[in-house]
């Protein structure tokens, strides 16, 4: 088979075993890799009974197959688990040298099971894999980890670890690669604790062949000089995805104050421009050539890297308009393993409680040593920090009165950085995300804005689903990153032709898109398995707040979402989906994709419809 290895690792850590196996081309051709993989893996290998930080639960990491070929922006791991902090499907994607080695060392995918006795490490090694006592790295913080490997290794080798989040089990502790690339927002990292694994290694020698070398080589090389030539491309170089600051100020959507406003009076201080006055360098992914990192010294003289996301929830959510401090913060972040959208998510969370006296903790909106002092704390569970490390549904839960209102988050996975007061297209992208609030399946905001924000209307629906099955489905499968396509402009017709010469198949958009929603349906299936007859349509629903509360400020004052016609919405959704009223994939949707025994399965814990 060419473009796929065709091997799994299987790596036992109760029994200390690691065990290869082979897979076949119709497993490659149905699921792809990254997500596609993951989804088939979670479904095929976890029960609803077991927990997440049970040895029971699964941690993958999953490639696609022209990950570590040398094609733009294709340095990029999946990795996927039972969500602790969702208790449904969780996944995300790191941009890591990990990635390319893994597939060098001989493996598309890895799957990690059961709970080392002690604190370990995995150094997998062209298809050896081997398990080392971690008791000196337990404790350390990411960036520390990885430079003790790579003192050990060499500098090439593709490291994921976790911080001091990820082994207390911080609901929302992320995996870390190459100071500051992080993936796994439902609480992979804490899952990768709770099997007392502080880090894998990865090393390969094996070169990776394409079923036609001299056609891959050419167009690898013709698409990555595409992108150099795109007229965006040197603003691109400068800012990044920062200049989304002042473009959601812009337009009334950037969080504030945990999502009570869509604007913040300092955002021209943490914005793009800002930026560049204190920024030093650019970091990225490995084979990206529009490296999107921007390295700026943060208020304690330390490099640290900024984007939208983490600037928008460690910046406005939270009332921070230091840029300075906010990089740090987000370093901070980095290094223990946390989330930055969750983190800053949750802090808002916590400033309205203190504000409202829910809570006796007195922390203020934008005072920096309160927030600073809380990252440490949610971090290592001290005080406050103990309640917070379980994420924004659970405190809300605790706290009671109307706090599940203002807690900020669907499915348990927190918002990420846009408010919804007017844009109910990214509403129903956050309720219908595959893995709780987030954004990456689809950044329909845009497109909305442009097209008409107050619509609830069927042309919204339809793009939104495009948007998933590309963005979500089809880039998180191949486990490439979007942004060529979505900021530059790279040509969609590269990605097939790549495929064909990398595999020797021809695989046009109707069958990744086939394979897409394949995914996606697989997906949802697990979710329903996982709660059963607990399972109602009002899990895809926002938060109460956009709903209730409207914007108090700007020219949108007073607009929030109309219950009414979001269900409405949310209803012709499902139905473009297959799905029944209740959100449910019918059988013969599930059918149609090849489902039939997920049907079966499923129909075990909730009642299908035909
Ligand atoms: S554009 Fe940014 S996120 Fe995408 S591969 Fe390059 S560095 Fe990574």
């Given amino acids: 088979m060419f473009g796929w290895q065709g091997n799994i690792l299987r790596i036992n850590l109760t029994r200390k075993k690691a065990v290869t196996s082979t897979f076949d081309s119709s497993f490659a051709f149905n699921h792809l890799g990254g997500r596609g993989f993951a989804a088939k893996i979670l479904w095929d290998e976890l029960k609803p009974e077991d927990n997440p930080f049970s040895p029971t639960n699964k941690l993958v990491f999953a490639t696609g197959p022209l990950t570590g070929f040398g094609v733009p922006n294709s340095g990029k791991l999946v990795v996927a688990a039972k969500s602790p902090l969702t208790g449904g499907y969780g996944d995300g994607n790191i941009g890591t040298n990990a990635a390319v080695q893994m597939r060098k060392a001989g493996y598309d995918a890895v799957i990690i099971e059961g709970k080392a006795k002690t604190p370990v490490f995995i150094h997998v090694k062209d298809k050896v894999a081997e398990f080392k006592d971690a ?38 502790a992320m995996i870390v690669s190459q100071e500051g690339r992080a993936g796994g927002r439902p609480g992979i990292g804490a899952v990768m604790g709770s099997k007392n694994i502080k880090a894998v290694v990865f090393e390969g020698s094996n070169m990776l062949t394409a079923a036609f070398p001299k056609e891959f080589k050419e167009q690898s090389a013709a698409s990555y000089r595409e992108i150099l030539t795109k007229s965006g491309y040197e603003f691109w170089k400068k800012q990044g995805t920062m200049s989304t600051i002042e473009w959601s100020q812009e337009n009334y959507v950037l969080p504030t104050l945990n999502f009570r406003e869509g604007s913040f009076d300092e955002a021209p201080k943490i914005g793009g421009f800002a930026m560049e006055k204190i920024k030093i360098s650019n970091r990225g992914c490995p084979q990206c050539n529009m490296t999107c990192g921007n390295i700026v010294k943060d208020s304690e003289k330390q490099e640290a890297e900024l984007d939208y996301e983490n600037v928008a929830m460690l910046g406005s959510n939270i009332g921070l308009g230091d840029l300075g401090q906010v990089a740090t913060l987000n370093r901070l972040a980095d290094e223990l393993g946390l989330d930055t959208i969750s983190l800053g998510n949750v802090i808002g969370f916590a400033l309205e409680a203190s504000e409202r006296k829910l809570i006796t903790d007195r922390i203020h909106w934008g005072k920096f040593k309160d927030l600073r002092g809380l990252v440490s704390d949610i971090a290592y569970r001290r005080g406050l920090g103990e309640l917070l490390a379980e994420g924004v549904k659970y405190v809300a839960a605790k706290l009671g009165g109307d706090s599940s209102d203002w ?33 990456k399946d689809a950044w329909i905001i845009g497109w909305e804005i442009e097209h008409g924000r107050e619509s609830y209307d069927e042309e919204k629906i339809a793009k939104l689903a495009e948007a998933q099955r590309l963005r979500g489905g089809v880039f998180e499968a ?26 020797g198949t021809q695989l046009p958009w109707a069958t990744l898109y086939e394979i897409a929603d394949r995914t996606s349906h697989l997906i949802r299936a697990f979710w329903i398995r996982e709660f059963g007859k607990d399972w109602t349509s009002d899990m895809d629903m926002p938060p109460k707040r956009w709903f209730k509360e409207p914007l108090t400020k700007g020219p949108l004052k007073g607009k929030k979402l109309d219950k009414e016609k979001f269900t409405t919405m949310l209803t012709g959704y499902y139905s473009k989906k297959g799905w029944d009223e209740r959100g449910i994939p019918t059988r013969s949707t599930l059918r149609k994709f090849g489902l039939g025994e997920v049907a079966h399965q499923l129909n075990k814990h909730v009642l299908l419809a035909e």
């Fill in 135 to 172: 008791k000196d790295l337990w404790g350390l913080n990411s960036f520390e980890v990885e430079k003790q490997l790579k003192t050990l290794y060499g500098p090439s080798v593709g490291t994921v670890s976790i911080g001091p989040a990820g082994e207390n089990l911080v609901k929302y």
């Fill in 407 to 439: 807690a900020m988050h669907v499915k348990g996975l927190e918002i990420s950085g846009y408010d919804c007061h007017a844009a109910p297209g990214m509403a129903l992208s956050y309720g219908t995300s595959p893995i709780g609030a987030h954004h």
């Fill in 478 to 503: 191949l486990t490439l990153c979007r942004f060529p396509y979505l900021q530059l402009g790279l040509a969609l017709e590269w990605y097939p032709k790549l495929l064909h010469a990398a595999t």
